[in-house]
């Protein structure tokens, strides 16, 4: 790149939006144990790091409650420096903040639900809130040091319309996100509560200072099923609500015209790509413009409130704060419509009735229809209650003005509190709007809305991805020979996983993800299509089939699970929480483009919660934490893929160079070697100077799966490290450490497993021939690993023999080597990328934590021949999605490694730790940036280390969403 491009960076924090239940009556004891248990947690995180003073921890891990008018009843905020906390210790398990189930204490059960984000901070504008890290924005909001400043909250999900998204990405988000800061500074200027305010200031930047006790804005993004989280401060609902409107009414050309002035180079990068949004639209009738296309396919909204205002205790010294509070929210509000649902226990309707209505007075009780016994709370001011014939299933009086709902909602609590009410309810749900006869637009909006459809959709591009199923058994297609051939209950998993896979697809939400497995879910047909017309055991079918049918499960739980779907439930995957939509959007994307070129074409990345990393040939399966921490997809992605090149019946032939058929001669080369050893007539044992003269047996060593670890090694070698020696070595420690086969559980301790040691060490000799036993010790020095000198000079010995050049096995190894050298060679020009320009770019990117964006391959994808085939253009774009992705992976881990150097030690240490509380680094076990942890993970000690590996990592994860986004409608339509 040689023009510095305005981009996107990722801050080295975040925060924390977690959503949950809490039981009636047990409200404000309920959030106490929330608030001590995030407490703790930051006093367990700040314990080990006593030694770096240097990093102010004051605002983080400091929870903010807000009461919400939604299934879920509070909101918690807090600023975070890693994924770990919403990860593993925000949830429904930990009995140190719900109670103990043992011994029935365990009130407090409830619904949760993590919404993980990432702050975006832009460049190359005048607008400082671009300028702000996560911890300053929350500082200005909800962390103020004003108690109550902003005593209002509204939480909004915002889907980016996948019309414009497929092919944009990261641009088209960074655009939306500029917009939203330039729309909410004209609201600062115009919205009229606002005006009434600063009416008297007279001095812009003190006019907009004094704006902004009234309205503030938080952006994140999100790597759910909505692309970003926007939350908003105001003491008014009125100005929230109207510039939530705003936004939903907002157009591309809306967006042109807002930002053009500030923001063109943002604008110009969006516009290079070709009017895609009209190629999406050929096969459509409409007339289409792509200015009039709706910026978003979904909103959604909840409305809350500072929860400390809802305490109700006379005798706190707060109490006139609380007050101050109240009377600073926006008494010229219109009215508040609020809706109280109560789901009762069968038998306890009447009770719980009774108790409401003798304790709050001036409201009214009605039964409705739901989950039965279900009753409505509403005010009884304006109304007379109604009979339950005449309550429809939303309910909305309007009763009260925002001041007021807090005193009310007091009054609920206190009732709850006071009557048991957690006795008789199972759950609640409240809903809050506010009745506008006039919606406030900055005067750039006010213009008449066209007469169109402007949510474009992808009729031609379902068309291409879905498959009709015909319920016929005489039909002569696959339908109709599976209903014929196969078990009624696997022909009933199957007709079920592409039904739902076409309702994906017909998701205007969740198209983009669901179009990403379209070519798993052909080749899954087309090769079940296969099968019947072959004579075949039905054994066979039925594994394939439902071996198939089990990966499309799991793919489409990654999707589906924490999606708008399911946007009142909590979360209810086993495997991970919160949404990771964009997450394995990015890494599933990074897989298809590399077995587009080495390995099967639809094979696909999904989250599941094994502990290794590890892929057949239609899947690889990653676990969520690698999701956050991507050093080990990035370390193993290419051995994984080079694994399937082989079976044990059938050998690759490659267009470039014929590929080694190893495989049978291997087998019987293994058989005899062993023979040989048996009978004598090679060294069985090799003296080994470690053990004082004794032999170590080497047989062990050698078995059929090393042939495949070998030759996927090579791969790896070539491919991710670029025949970069010390990054190989360094990475591939790292992730023995963190792999689970490397340890053994001893007398109630975790020691190594020094037989797989010792396989892995031969296998790295085999890799590096030449390698020098002094670089292998200064990686594997561990006193517990028990690694010398003699054995390395041992296994050399072994090595040597076996590879000698009259060996089958030696042959094959010479083979196999040049063959991926050759290949090698074919993508990438020299031996080594390290002087690459475009590499070094990237680094920068990454060092930075920016997102590395797609433009210059872009083009090459957009401006391929109109006479070349489709298949060829695909292949042609699969060639550039390769070449990028291998070189950001590389970029990666050269970043990684050249940070955690520092100056003295580069070998990063390893750590046990003993329970799930973070251990303290003493000097005891050396200095380093970095530790991988035997159980898995890493463990940053300096907390400015962690914030710069906290971008790299997502500097990585958006650069390969960013590719992938882009280029997904070139390589998944015709």
Same mark, same amino acid.
């Given at each position: 790149?040689?023009?510095?491009?305005?981009?996107?960076?990722?801050?080295?924090?975040?925060?924390?939006?977690?959503?949950?239940?809490?039981?009636?009556?047990?409200?404000?004891?309920?959030?106490?144990?929330?608030?001590?248990?995030?407490?703790?947690?930051?006093?367990?995180?700040?314990?080990?790091?006593?030694?770096?003073?240097?990093?102010?921890?004051?605002?983080?891990?400091?929870?903010?409650?807000?009461?919400?008018?939604?299934?879920?009843?509070?909101?918690?905020?807090?600023?975070?420096?890693?994924?770990?906390?919403?990860?593993?210790?925000?949830?429904?398990?930990?009995?140190?903040?719900?109670?103990?189930?043992?011994?029935?204490?365990?009130?407090?059960?409830?619904?949760?639900?993590?919404?993980?984000?990432?702050?975006?901070?832009?460049?190359?504008?005048?607008?400082?809130?671009?300028?702000?890290?996560?911890?300053?924005?929350?500082?200005?909001?909800?962390?103020?040091?004003?108690? $109550?400043?902003?005593?209002?909250?509204?939480?909004?999900?915002?889907?980016?319309?996948?019309?414009?998204?497929?092919?944009?990405?990261?641009?088209?988000?960074?655009?939306?996100?500029?917009?939203?800061?330039?729309?909410?500074?004209?609201?600062?200027?115009?919205?009229?509560?606002?005006?009434?305010?600063?009416?008297?200031?007279?001095?812009?930047?003190?006019?907009?200072?004094?704006?902004?006790?009234?309205?503030?804005?938080?952006?994140?993004?999100?790597?759910?099923?909505?692309?970003?989280?926007?939350?908003?401060?105001?003491?008014?609902?009125?100005?929230?609500?109207?510039?939530?409107?705003?936004?939903?009414?907002?157009?591309?050309?809306?967006?042109?015209?807002?930002?053009?002035?500030?923001?063109?180079?943002?604008?110009?990068?969006?516009?290079?790509?070709?009017?895609?949004?009209?190629?999406?639209?050929?096969?459509?009738?409409?007339?289409?413009?792509?200015?009039?296309?709706?910026? $978003?396919?979904?909103?959604?909204?909840?409305?809350?409130?500072?929860?400390?205002?809802?305490?109700?205790?006379?005798?706190?010294?707060?109490?006139?704060?609380?007050?101050?509070?109240?009377?600073?929210?926006?008494?010229?509000?219109?009215?508040?419509?609020?809706?109280?649902?109560?789901?009762?226990?069968?038998?306890?309707?009447?009770?719980?009735?009774?108790?409401?209505?003798?304790?709050?007075?001036?409201?009214?009780?009605?039964?409705?229809?739901?989950?039965?016994?279900?009753?409505?709370?509403?005010?009884?001011?304006?109304?007379?209650?109604?009979?339950?014939?005449?309550?429809?299933?939303?309910?909305?009086?309007?009763?009260?003005?925002?001041?007021?709902?807090?005193?009310?909602?007091?009054?609920?609590?206190?009732?709850?509190?006071?009557?048991?009410?957690?006795?008789?309810?199972?759950?609640?749900?409240?809903?809050?709007?506010?009745?506008?006869?006039?919606?406030?637009?900055?005067?750039?909006?006010?213009?008449?809305?066209?007469?169109?459809?402007?949510?474009?959709?992808?009729?031609?591009?379902?068309?291409?991805?879905?498959?009709?199923?015909?319920?016929?058994?005489?039909?002569?297609?696959?339908?109709?020979?599976?209903?014929?051939?196969?078990?009624?209950?696997?022909?009933?998993?199957?007709?079920?996983?592409?039904?739902?896979?076409?309702?994906?697809?017909?998701?205007?939400?969740?198209?983009?993800?669901?179009?990403?497995?379209?070519?798993?879910?052909?080749?899954?047909?087309?090769?079940?299509?296969?099968?019947?017309?072959?004579?075949?055991?039905?054994?066979?079918?039925?594994?394939?089939?439902?071996?198939?049918?089990?990966?499309?499960?799991?793919?489409?739980?990654?999707?589906?699970?924490?999606?708008?779907?399911?946007?009142?439930?909590?979360?209810?995957?086993?495997? $991970?929480?919160?949404?990771?939509?964009?997450?394995?959007?990015?890494?599933?994307?990074?897989?298809?483009?590399?077995?587009?070129?080495? /390995?099967?074409?639809?094979?696909?990345?999904?989250?599941?919660?094994?502990?290794?990393?590890?892929?057949?040939?239609?899947?690889?399966?990653?676990?969520?934490?690698?999701?956050?921490?991507?050093?080990?997809?990035?370390?193993?992605?290419?051995?994984?893929?080079?694994?399937?090149?082989?079976?044990?019946?059938?050998?690759?032939?490659?267009?470039?160079?014929?590929?080694?058929?190893?495989?049978?001669?291997?087998?019987?080369?293994?058989?005899?070697?062993?023979?040989?050893?048996?009978?004598?007539?090679?060294?069985?044992?090799?003296?080994?100077?470690?053990?004082?003269?004794?032999?170590?047996?080497?047989?062990?060593?050698?078995?059929?799966?090393?042939?495949?670890?070998?030759?996927?090694?090579? $791969?790896?070698?070539?491919?991710?490290?670029?025949?970069?020696?010390?990054?190989?070595?360094?990475?591939?420690?790292?992730?023995?450490?963190?792999?689970?086969?490397?340890?053994?559980?001893?007398?109630?301790?975790?020691?190594?497993?020094?037989?797989?040691?010792?396989?892995?060490?031969?296998?790295?000799?085999?890799?590096?021939?030449?390698?020098?036993?002094?670089?292998?010790?200064?990686?594997?020095?561990?006193?517990?690993?028990?690694?010398?000198?003699?054995?390395?000079?041992?296994?050399?010995?072994?090595?040597?023999?076996?590879?000698?050049?009259?060996?089958?096995?030696?042959?094959?190894?010479?083979?196999?080597?040049?063959?991926?050298?050759?290949?090698?060679?074919?993508?990438?020009?020299?031996?080594?990328?390290?002087?690459?320009?475009?590499?070094?770019?990237?680094?920068?990117?990454?060092?930075?934590?920016?997102?590395?964006?797609?433009?210059?391959?872009?083009?090459?994808?957009?401006?391929?021949?109109?006479?070349?085939?489709?298949?060829?253009?695909?292949?042609?774009?699969?060639?550039?999605?390769?070449?990028?992705?291998?070189?950001?992976?590389?970029?990666?881990?050269?970043?990684?490694?050249?940070?955690?150097?520092?100056?003295?030690?580069?070998?990063?240490?390893?750590?046990?730790?003993?329970?799930?509380?973070?251990?303290?680094?003493?000097?005891?076990?050396?200095?380093?940036?970095?530790?991988?942890?035997?159980? /898995?993970?890493?463990?940053?000690?300096?907390?400015?280390?962690?914030?710069?590996?906290?971008?790299?990592?997502?500097?990585?994860?958006?650069?390969?969403?960013?590719?992938?986004?882009?280029?997904?409608?070139?390589?998944?339509?015709?």
């Amino acid at each position: 790149m040689t023009k510095k491009e305005p981009c996107c960076k990722l801050d080295n924090n975040s925060v924390f939006l977690g959503l949950t239940s809490f039981p009636e009556g047990e409200e404000v004891p309920f959030v106490g144990q929330l608030t001590s248990f995030i407490e703790k947690y930051k006093d367990g995180w700040l314990k080990p790091r006593e030694k770096h003073p240097i990093f102010k921890y004051d605002n983080f891990y400091i929870p903010k409650i807000y009461y919400l008018f939604s299934k879920f009843d509070i909101a918690v905020l807090s600023v975070i420096d890693s994924f770990k906390f919403p990860s593993l210790s925000f949830g429904s398990h930990d009995t140190r903040w719900i109670g103990d189930v043992k011994n029935n204490t365990n009130k407090n059960d409830f619904s949760h639900q993590v919404i993980l984000s990432h702050t975006p901070v832009f460049d190359n504008t005048t607008n400082t809130n671009f300028h702000s890290t996560s911890e300053k924005l929350a500082k200005e909001t909800f962390l103020r040091k004003t108690p $109550f400043s902003f005593p209002l909250i509204s939480i909004t999900q915002l889907k980016l319309n996948n019309a414009i998204l497929i092919g944009t990405g990261t641009d088209y988000t960074r655009c939306v996100i500029k917009l939203i800061m330039e729309l909410f500074e004209l609201f600062l200027i115009e919205h009229p509560l606002i005006k009434d305010k600063t009416k008297d200031i007279n001095a812009e930047e003190e006019k907009r200072k004094e704006a902004k006790k009234y309205f503030d804005i938080l952006i994140l993004g999100s790597y759910s099923w909505h692309e970003i989280t926007l939350l908003l401060f105001s003491t008014s609902y009125k100005i929230m609500l109207d510039f939530i409107i705003s936004l939903r009414e907002l157009d591309y050309g809306d967006m042109v015209e807002i930002i053009q002035s500030r923001h063109s180079e943002d604008l110009n990068k969006l516009n290079e790509n070709p009017k895609l949004v009209e190629k999406l639209c050929e096969n459509t009738e409409k007339e289409f413009k792509i200015e009039a296309t709706h910026l $978003f396919t979904s909103l959604v909204s909840s409305f809350g409130i500072d929860f400390d205002l809802l305490k109700n205790d006379e005798k706190s010294s707060m109490n006139e704060e609380i007050q101050d509070a109240i009377n600073s929210i926006e008494t010229k509000d219109t009215c508040i419509n609020l809706l109280k649902r109560f789901s009762i226990k069968p038998g306890h309707t009447e009770h719980c009735a009774n108790s409401i209505n003798s304790d709050i007075e001036g409201f009214r009780v009605s039964v409705c229809s739901g989950r039965g016994g279900d009753l409505l709370l509403t005010h009884d001011s304006d109304k007379n209650g109604y009979d339950a014939s005449e309550i429809p299933n939303h309910l909305e009086l309007a009763f009260m003005s925002s001041a007021d709902i807090v005193t009310h909602e007091k009054e609920i609590l206190e009732a709850g509190k006071s009557r048991h009410m957690n006795e008789d309810v199972t759950s609640t749900y409240t809903m809050l709007s506010v009745n506008n006869d006039v919606v406030f637009k900055p005067k750039i909006l006010k213009k008449d809305p066209p007469i169109r459809d402007g949510h474009v959709f992808f009729e031609n591009l379902i068309q291409d991805h879905a498959y009709i199923i015909h319920f016929d058994r005489d039909s002569k297609d696959l339908v109709g020979k599976l209903l014929k051939y196969v078990p009624k209950v696997t022909v009933n998993r199957m007709l079920n996983a592409i039904s739902k896979f076409n309702q994906g697809l017909k998701d205007r939400i969740l198209f983009g993800s669901f179009s990403e497995i379209s070519d798993f879910m052909h080749n899954f047909i087309n090769k079940t299509a296969g099968y019947m017309d072959r004579d075949i055991s039905m054994v066979d079918i039925d594994r394939y089939i439902n071996s198939s049918v089990d990966a499309f499960e799991t793919v489409w739980k990654n999707r589906y699970y924490s999606s708008w779907n399911m946007n009142d439930l909590s979360d209810s995957s086993i495997e $991970f929480k919160g949404g990771i939509h964009l997450l394995i959007s990015a890494l599933s994307g990074a897989y298809k483009a590399i077995t587009s070129v080495l /390995g099967e074409k639809s094979a696909i990345a999904l989250v599941t919660g094994y502990t290794r990393m590890f892929s057949d040939q239609k899947t690889v399966h990653i676990n969520y934490f690698d999701l956050f921490q991507p050093e080990i997809f990035a370390t193993k992605v290419t051995h994984e893929v080079a694994e399937h090149f082989l079976s044990s019946t059938t050998y690759r032939k490659d267009k470039i160079v014929k590929m080694p058929r190893i495989i049978p001669e291997l087998i019987k080369w293994n058989r005899n070697s062993h023979e040989m050893i048996r009978k004598g007539m090679l060294n069985k044992k090799i003296k080994d100077p470690s053990y004082n003269g004794k032999k170590t047996n080497m047989r062990n060593l050698i078995n059929i799966h090393y042939f495949r670890e070998i030759f996927a090694d090579m $791969f790896s070698y070539n491919f991710t490290f670029h025949n970069d020696e010390n990054l190989f070595l360094y990475w591939y420690r790292n992730v023995y450490i963190m792999d689970s086969a490397s340890w053994r559980k001893t007398k109630n301790k975790i020691v190594a497993d020094k037989d797989y040691l010792m396989c892995f060490i031969f296998r790295l000799l085999s890799i590096r021939r030449d390698i020098s036993p002094e670089k292998i010790l200064r990686y594997w020095n561990e006193p517990e690993w028990d690694m010398d000198e003699g054995k390395i000079i041992a296994m050399k010995k072994y090595i040597d023999i076996i590879y000698g050049s009259g060996s089958i096995f030696g042959k094959w190894y010479r083979e196999a080597e040049e063959y991926v050298k050759t290949l090698y060679r074919t993508y990438f020009e020299t031996g080594n990328t390290n002087g690459d320009d475009e590499v070094k770019e990237m680094m920068k990117h990454m060092n930075e934590g920016e997102v590395y964006p797609f433009d210059i391959q872009m083009k090459s994808f957009i401006n391929n021949p109109i006479s070349k085939s489709f298949d060829e253009k695909k292949e042609e774009n699969a060639r550039i999605m390769f070449i990028h992705t291998l070189k950001l992976l590389y970029s990666y881990l050269s970043t990684i490694k050249q940070n955690s150097e520092d100056g003295v030690n580069d070998i990063n240490k390893v750590i046990l730790r003993q329970n799930d509380e973070n251990i303290p680094i003493d000097d005891s076990l050396g200095r380093t940036k970095i530790y991988y942890d035997r159980r /898995g993970g890493t463990y940053i000690p300096d907390p400015i280390d962690m914030g710069k590996y906290l971008q790299h990592r997502l500097s990585l994860i958006m650069s390969l969403y960013d590719m992938h986004t882009k280029s997904k409608y070139y390589l998944t339509s015709k």
